[in-house]
């Protein structure tokens, strides 16, 4: 259940050397066609790594036929010589598949400002390209990890003969606009770029764009989609989103729990409100409350950081009529005390923080982690 | 040096039971005048606790002759009932000083959501109003403590012969509008209310807005300035409002250098800015960033990281071409890496961060702490 699920597709891992434990560090995924359609979503960080702003130029004309993905280096804030880096890499998948380069997106991730050794990635190009096989979906799902403990991948195969397929990474920097991550996604239905563009964007707005685990939003996202058309099937655009987008809510939940040093991965519904900007503003800012994260470490349904969290927003609401209920707990109810708070029982991994705003009828999901001890273990020794 | 240092102040800490440890938890200010004028700034925060709307209240007339703060508990989402002992509590200093209730102001802090124990506040004005003295003040600071490991005092005494006294208490929380904090100031200057407003709105803006240690704003944060006249000296305006700043920013850096769990001071000065509002924004979400203050923690000059930041901003910039120096060395020149990352030297306990944006002349300081264990760690366990 990889980006080699759908037919038309072939994918490679390997290791090149960028990544210091020999580990998996290269990822290729390549699509073989009939159709080439292809769309992706990038950061809206404005500072962009290279492979991010190579990816954009080459995916302007809605077509690529491979991507090649590296782990062990963001190439972000590396200068001319980390673009030529980029370009190089596009180039070596080109001529090793005999494309053209501009048919190649690229994807980096790890560290920022260090620049990437262009002889190993090189190298990684021609062994991947070597290894290309119809089930290499695993490898390649295993070569993009960075801080991730399992490799992340879904699928959704419909009736009438198409699948989609996904590979996954990201553990930390995840916050919206993208959630930070890089994303491959595959699917052999016959869809032409602009259906697969709009079904892409509306399936990431409220899957990866409602991910916020700690609030750092990265330099290199990138979500990427290509179609083979090979099942020859062309499903209806809706249905299409609504496989895609539970595709990418199985992959962001997979996220979710693999969040760096996280003990517990927060669902914060927020309904009642006067409209979704206003359901997702609030959930995102209790998602980014330090304070309330850190108490959720501690097991600690401390309610009031909530409320704290929500009146630093612009949303439509009155702070004195707020409920807050946690694991089915009401614990505030009008924005006063309502249940004990030792009635909550926060040492399942997974919190539900539901939130009425009671002013209307939208709602969102949000999804974060608690701020915990291993968190800050890992960000405080991360390029060291 | 605290806020009996002016003539025409007493002041007293008591201890009534509101904390569990015993210790002093119940402040009382009075000005004896002749002036009785105030001004006062308060949370931008919409949750707002009931201390709070009372004060917003009885500051409206520009005068103040006392103000009572409690620690042990914030008295906010606690509902009418909430409401009613913060109105006793103004009520009852008004009765035992001969006041009305609206020259009396009052303050809370500790959690969020819990009732306050009427009976003992009250019994706690009653003694503090007996223990009034002219030396009380450093009593005052002591009982407004939370978390703070020590009393936070500043002064600043003018060859004309007037003064400024202040007390602060603030260790989480510390966010803009306001950094969460308590603080009241005193000045035996002779000074209408206006001027006094037009003065704290000046200095606070300066110093106690640009400290944000954890982001998260607070529910309770108020800064109250007295005037008691006593001085017989009317200083001019703008001389008053310079030395007023300079005991906001003693404060304001001991409020930094005490934040919870904090390792390192971070000084983030922004400069060549396109405008005021530019560098605040910068620094602020520089000062927000998990991942860059995880890595000062781990004293891991991280610098890739305070871009990633820099890039989620609206300020003019071109993120190719932003400096960043640490302690001394310039690590990043025009958005490429400069002198290697370990000639930093990330031991002491302050780190000066300086990002000149290289488009204006505006700049702004904002203060900051590292994210540490410790902050998990007392964040986990504060309200059980």
Known sequence: MTVTTPAGFTAAGV????????????????NTGPSDAAAAVFTSNRAQANPIIWSRQAIGDGRARAIVLNSGGANCFTGHPGFQTTHATAEAVAEHLQLGAGEVLVCSTGLIGE?????????????????LAPDGGQDAARAIMTTDSVPKTAECRDAAGWAIGGIAKGAGMLAPGLATMLVVITTDADLDSASLDRSLRAATRVTFDRLDSDGCMSTNDQVTLMASGASGVAPDEQDFTAALTEVCMQLALQLQSDAEGASHDIHIRVTGAASDDDAVEVGRSVARNNLFKAAVFGNDPNWGRVLAAIGTTSAEFDPYDVDVTMNGVR???????????????????????DIDL???????????????????????????
């Open 15 to 30: 290791a090149c050397g960028l990544k210091s434990s020999g580990a998996l560090d290269l990822a290729l995924v390549v």
């Open 115 to 131: 620049q990437l050794d262009r002889e190993r990635l090189l190298a990684g190009v021609a062994s991947a390209s070597d290894a």
């Open 331 to 353: 614990v505030c109810t009008a924005g006063g005390p309502d249940r004990p708070r030792d009635e909550v029982d926060l040492t399942p991994r997974i919190l539900h923080l």
């Open 358 to 384: 009671k002013v209307g009828a939208h709602e969102a999901l949000i999804l974060t982690n608690d701020l915990t001890h291993d968190y800050v273990h890992e960000n405080s020794a991360y390029s060291s």
